[in-house]
């Protein structure tokens, strides 16, 4: 059985230059005396308010997902000798596995801030995030996600700790994600273990989302302590991951399939590694793509994979993209069922019933174009939505949250609709 341990784990440290559009900034925000506004006590959908955060700011966190058996054990721990009184700090156990099978559990948490005078949204010019001591130990592993909907990711540059990648989330912006990968504990909240931080910024922010969790090969329960502390960190020889990545699709052809991708921004960039996969966990590299863009600048990349002819089944594609120092991160992974084009306007879904994403499988006709996914509960009821610009053939909606039982979903390109029944465990 694990015990908890105070001081420990992974503490993500958020600074902030911010202001309501003026040149107002202040050191750090004040995350204490939590109060829960709606929902049962630290469970899914609850949400609490931090008054003060700042002048005139208040802000509330709630609890969007409990992904794989993960529970909050509390909210915001202000006990003495617990990390920093004035930060975020929840405390978030992972269930065990009893064959010792590895699997990861997390919790997400959203937090917005509010104009305390007029009880309406505020946006924040700057926000920067650190997430620090992200460590663990032969047995369990914890990860932190920051997504603000994009902005720049930056980390130490020798010896790090932690493995530090990109990805889009479902409204197609990137998100930052560390995973440790040493597994060596650090002693308390140890701000000095530059190998397990990484940082975020972004302008213009009034919301966005934290995932705290771990994977773990342990049979037991275990609790770990994880803080949002409202500070800035510096790194000696900091580096920037390479690539703005805006887009990535993947078409069939019937005989092929084209990838295209696009970046805004290649500093310091090398090449990409495109990488296929038949199970979605094993891959293999497919191609290396050289960068075409100027530093500082973007390009537009195609490829075409032929060797899919005549297969059948599921392939999945994603970008390593390596910079010039050999560091790399991964974009999110492209889906492709393979085999005979249907001509009627359907929809594929997978795996029915669905746990935490769901898949759908788009008319060939329906690829690199605008198309909107809705997600509907028996009821009628509105429950998730996905907008895509540049469509792939296949496309992920999440379901995680969500309770047992029928939904819909209806996804229109264009004039044309089609819609599916899928069942949520």
């Not at 915001?76 to 000798?81: E, F, H, L, P, T």
């Not at 509010?114 to 914890?142: H, P």
């Not at 991951?241 to 019937?254: E, G």
């Not at 990838?259 to 090398?270: H, P, R, T, V, Y």
Request: net charge neutral.
């Amino acid at each position: 059985m694990k015990t908890f341990v105070p001081f420990k784990k992974a503490l993500l440290v958020l600074f902030l230059l911010i202001t309501f559009r003026s040149a107002f900034a202040i050191d750090h925000l004040v995350f204490t005396n939590a109060t829960k506004v709606s929902g049962a006590s630290l469970q899914l959908n609850a949400v609490y308010r931090f008054d003060n955060v700042m002048p005139n700011v208040y802000a509330l966190v709630s609890i969007d997902s409990l992904v794989n058996g993960a529970t909050v054990a509390i909210i915001d721990d202000d006990g003495a000798g617990v990390g920093y009184k004035d930060a975020f700090q929840p405390q978030v156990t992972t269930p065990g596995d009893s064959h010792s099978i590895l699997h990861e559990a997390y919790a997400v948490f959203t937090i917005t801030f509010y104009n305390s005078l007029t009880n309406g949204i505020i946006t924040l010019q700057t926000v920067g995030a650190t997430a620090l001591d992200i460590d663990g130990n032969a047995s369990i592993k914890e990860l932190d996600e920051i997504d603000m909907k994009g902005g720049s990711a930056s980390y130490m540059s020798t010896t790090p700790d932690i493995l530090v990648t990109n990805s889009l989330d479902l409204s197609g912006k990137t998100k930052f994600r560390a995973d440790n990968i040493l597994g060596i504990e650090r002693t308390g909240i140890d701000t000095s273990a530059l190998g397990n931080m990484f940082s975020v910024t972004n302008s213009n922010i009034s919301s966005f989302k934290i995932k705290f969790g771990a994977k773990s090969t342990l049979t037991g329960s275990t609790s770990r302590q994880y803080s949002l502390y409202m500070k800035a960190f510096q790194y000696p020889n900091q580096v920037t991951l390479p690539v703005k990545l805006v887009d990535f699709s993947a078409k069939y052809n019937q005989s092929n399939i084209t990838l295209s991708w696009k970046s805004a921004q290649e500093i310091d960039f090398n090449y990409y590694e495109l990488e296929h996969s038949t199970d979605g966990n094993t891959f293999a590299t497919t191609s290396i793509v050289f960068g075409a863009a100027k530093s500082g600048s973007g390009a537009e990349y195609n490829y075409t994979d032929k060797s899919v002819a005549g297969r059948s089944g599921l392939i999945y594609y994603r970008l390593k993209m390596v910079d010039i120092d050999g560091n790399f991160t991964y974009s999110s992974v492209r889906i492709v069922r393979l085999g005979e084009e249907k001509t009627s306007i359907t929809l594929t879904t997978y795996p029915n019933p669905a746990v935490n994403d769901l898949r759908i499988t788009l008319p060939s006709s329906w690829q690199n174009k605008q198309v909107n996914i809705d997600l509907y509960s028996a009821s009628g009821q509105h429950v998730n939505a996905l907008k895509v610009t540049n469509s792939s053939q296949t496309e992920s909606i999440s379901v995680t949250g969500l309770q047992k039982g029928v939904y819909f979903v209806k996804a229109n390109c264009g004039s044309e609709i089609a819609s599916q029944q899928i069942i949520k465990n």
